[in-house]
Structure formats: C-alpha cells, structure tokens
C-alpha cells in the first residue's frame, strides 16, 4: 500500500472534520459521533497491523519513507523503524479502547470525540516523523488538545491544571526550537537522517563568560533533553503530571499518561542519544543522580496519595525516572528495558484508567478514584477488583509482567554505570509498590463506607471486552517481551553505535563526579 504512513497518520484527522460536519447535540448525534470515532481508529489499527507484514524486523534504517517537498526548503518525510513501530502500535492499540470506554458518556461527546481523533494523529505523526521541522509541529501540536481536554472535560481545577501543563510544556517547545533553528544554521538540514552523519562541534565555548564544556553539542543537547524531560514528567520537571491526571477527565487522563508523555521517551532515544553523543556521554552521570533522585520523590509523595488518578501521576514521574536511567547508563540492555517499561506502563495504565471510568460511570458524584469514598468494592465488584488488583501487581513490577523485564534491565544496566544509583532506584521502587497496595488494601478490600457502593454492578459486557485484549497485550508483554527487544534491537544497536565509537576512540567528554568512572569516559 502506497503512503501507508500518511493514512495511519492522517486518517483519524480526517474522521475528525467529518465529525465536526455531524449537526446537533442530540443523542442520535452524540452516537453517531461515537460510532464515526470507533470506525476511524479501528480502520487506522487495522491498517497499522498490516505494517508487520510490510515493515522488514531486525533491518536497520528506516522503511516505507515518504517524501515531499514542504515549506522553506523543508520536507515532509515519514519513516519508520523498530521503535517507532512499537510506539505507533501502541498508540493504534489504545485508541479504540479508549473511544469504547467513553460509550456511556453525554456531555458534549462529539467535541471530545473529536479531541482525541485529533491527538491521535499528532501522536502518530510525532512517531513517525523523519524531520525535525515536522517533528515539532506534530509533539508541540499534541499540547492543544491536550489543553482542551484537560480544561473542557476535567474537574473543577482542570483550568489550572491545563495552564500549567501547556507554560510548563511550551517552555520545552521553546527550547526544542531554538536547538532546531541553531542545527539549520549549522547543517541547512532538518533531516534525521542526514544529521545522524553529522558530527556537532564538542569544543569548548564561551557564553556569557562561562566556559561550556562539550560547545555547541552541549547546549544542543540539553535543550532537546530538558524539553523531552517535560514530556516525560521526569523531576523536577514533572508538577504539570500529578495535577494533569488528578483533574483531566479519566479518558483524558489515560492518553496523557499512556501515550502523551511517551513522544519524551522516544524523543531521547530518536534525537537526543544518536545526534549528541559526546555530550549525552558527558552529562549522563549527573543525569543518571537526577532520575534517581525523581523516583525517590515519587515514591515517597505516593504515599500522600488518596486519589488513584494522582497516585498514578506520581507512578508515571517515577517511569520517567526509570525510563531515563536505562537509556543514560549507557548499555543496550538499559535502553532495552527502558522500552519495555514505556510499552508495559502504558497497558496497565490504560487498564486502571478504564477501571476508573467504569466506577465514574456508576457513581455520580465524581468520587470513583478518592479511597476516602470507596471500599468494599471486592463484594459488589469482583470482576473489576480482579482485574485492578493484576494491573496495579503489573504496574509495580510483579514477576513475570513486562514491568518486571523493564525494571530488571534498567537496573542491570545502571550497576554497570553507577551501582548507588541501582541500588537507590531499587530501594526506592518499594515505596511506589507499598504505596500502589495501600490504596488496593482501603479501596478495594476496605471496609464498605457509602451506600452508593451497596448498589454496584459489576462490569458489563462491553466493560470486560476492553480488557481482554489489554490483559493479553499484558501478559504477552511480560511473557514474551523478545517479541518487542527483537524489533527495537537495529534501532537500538545504531542508537549506540555513535558513543561506543567515541569511547573506542578516546573522544568522550571527561566529567568528574562520584561513579563517572563507570561511564568509561576519558581525556578528551
């Protein structure tokens, strides 16, 4: 099939402005609005599983290209790899999950419906984009409606909620461009795949009287780090996260943290690691005491927690961290777990979030996530607990989850780098756990507190069909994460191919801090 990619990509815009045709607000249109969303984003996952058979696994590069002449002598080119296949898998997965969970919704449907078609495609394009022009436009166009979601459909603070997100998110779009800008000046190109034969300048600069060590590599890096560490909810950076998910609406919620703030994950492994390399070399031991320091934090202010919906703000800062301490501590099986850990989270997200709508959806005032108005749900809910209880056990790295593959990796990798830093991501991660089956024990197994829950259903049909196919994702994750190492594994070798040759040859950054020596860096 001929430009494949731009129809994945484009083909849920396109439902979206039919969609806006639809007239009324009445419930034939509100259904025909859901129905028109169903359509679009099965079509575009059905269309997505037919790149298996047309993308070639364990072939480094990229496959399917399209090209186009664009503006300013900028051109639209997708592509895609290993990685963005999974990514754009993923996303194609969810989305119709995510447009069945809301069925039971009536307030302004179309306008949300629309919303999420929308960010669907700009999470695509931001996958698959090949250019770094067009890279930004399709990431830095995700915050709109994201914006929109959080402000429109959220709780009575969303408005807030969503101002932060987009100053905080428009900062690192700010700096994003300013390092996009400052490589045409350089290049005169904005094609990922000619910048990743160039090499940056690492000498050494002025600025503002203070030495740069690492020159033009160095600040290139650290504003295309910092703007994809907003995205990734990764501390300090992360206080738009927590409030984001407490007051967007449960849909909202579920793609802003399963998918929303993986474009920073993938944008570190797709721009930031094989462009800089010697400075990504350089800063990654002080990175590393970062990230660690980020899951401490979360871990910790979990135990604040007595909203699910925060509580899973604060597990999202903490994959930030973990996700970041694979790809830095500068082994493949770090960024290997790194991820797996993305891919898993977003499954057992994705399945609590809609664990949520279905209690919002029965209980009228709002207070499905807060344990201080639930419990007892285990007598009238025993299907819904069953399958909460395995996703928050997936969540925090039960064996045999993808979690547990990820995290295992992850600090496998960072005891080759800096062994207090996996011995402290460790420790750590047991408070996220503690914290996780604290609000199981109260919420889930509590006593019963409100008579509202005396009078709860279990799961309907409907319900228990949008978990089959997330607890088969799930567990075919954890069982067989070779199936998703084997597809990134080209990317991932070609991702670490700049830096082993630097430290083969002598040229990495030398940065003196406690554990550098485990980076293997030398005199410049």
Known sequence: MENVLSIITFLPLIAAFFMAIIKGDDAEAQGNAKWLALAATGFTFVISLALLFQVEIGLPGYQLVEERAWLFGLSYKLGIDGLSLVF???????????????WRMTARV???????????????????????????????????????IVSFWGAPGGATAALKFLLVALLGGALMLAAIVSIGQEVASADLEVLAGHNFSAEPIMLLGIEVIGGRQTLLFLAFFLAFAIYLGLWPLHTWLPDALAEAPQAGGLVIAALVTKIGGYGL?????????????????II??????????????????????????????????????????????GIDGAVILMLSHALSLAALFIGLI???????????????HLGGLVVRMPALTALMVAFLLALIGLPGSGAFIGTFLVLLSAVQAQLWVAVLAGLTLILS????????????????????????????????????????ASLGLGLMPSLALETVAP?????????????SAGETLRLEVPGAEGQGASED
């Open 88 to 102: 754009v898998l993923l996303t194609t997965f969810l989305m119709p999950l995510v447009v069945v969970s809301c």
């Open 110 to 148: 179309k306008d949300l419906m629309m919303a999420l078609l929308v960010l669907q495609s700009l999470l695509l394009g931001s996958f698959l984009a090949l250019d770094l022009v067009l890279f930004f436009v399709f990431a830095q166009g995700a915050l709109i409606p994201v914006f929109l």
């Open 269 to 285: 492994l797709r721009i930031a690691l094989p462009l800089f390399p010697q400075a990504e070399a350089f800063w990654a031991p």
């Open 358 to 372: 279905a209690l919002q959806d029965r209980l009228e005032d709002g207070q499905a996530s807060d344990t201080a």
């Open 491 to 503: 990317t991932i070798d070609e991702t670490m191919a700049p830096r082993e040759d630097l430290r």
């Open 433 to 472: 756990a503690g914290a996780a089956l604290g609000y199981a024990r109260h919420a889930l197994f509590g006593d019963m507190i409100r008579e509202g829950v005396k009078s709860l259903g279990d799961l309907n049909l409907r319900e228990r069909a949008i978990f089959v196919p997330l607890l088969v």
């Open 288 to 333: 590393l005491w970062i990230a660690v320091a980020g899951v401490l934090w979360a871990g910790l202010a979990a135990f604040s927690a007595t909203d699910l919906r925060r509580l899973l703000g604060y597990g999202t800062v903490a994959l930030g961290g973990l996700v970041v301490i694979g790809v830095f501590s500068g082994g493949v099986q």
